[in-house]
């Protein structure tokens, strides 16, 4: 089990934009990654399809899920990445250059 924070968010944000999707299908993936990218920010967006992605593969591997592979495969890398990994990135390359002199 998730601990309650998460839980919390996941129910107050990621289920919250599910709920609003008009697309309910996996086999509608292309069409709910188009509404999240219109309805959301693109981090929102990569978060959700993230979870998407992760809890589809989770029902394939229990045998929940009537597909062989998750449609939203990939979907979250394709998007650009978040602010924090931008700036996690320059930090980490600027230290770098730092030790190098």
């Known amino acids: 089990?998730?601990?309650?924070?998460?839980?919390?968010?996941?129910?107050?944000?990621?289920y919250d934009?599910?709920?609003k999707c008009p697309y309910q299908s996996t086999g509608d993936a292309l069409e709910?990654?188009?509404w999240l990218l219109k309805n959301t920010t693109n981090s929102i967006a990569k978060r959700i399809l993230t979870?998407?992605?992760?809890?589809?593969?989770?029902g394939i591997k229990h045998g929940l899920a009537n597909?062989?592979?998750?449609?939203?495969k990939g979907m979250s890398e394709e998007l650009p990445k978040h602010n924090w990994e931008l700036t996690h990135s320059l930090t980490h390359l600027l230290k770098r250059k730092k030790r190098q002199l």
């Open 17 to 19: 934009y599910l709920v």
């Open 67 to 72: 597909c062989k592979t998750s449609a939203f």
């Open 1 to 14: 089990m998730c601990k309650e924070s998460t839980m919390h968010y996941l129910k107050t944000s990621v």
């Open 51 to 58: 979870y998407l992605n992760a809890s589809t593969e989770w």
């Open 32 to 34: 709910i990654r188009q």
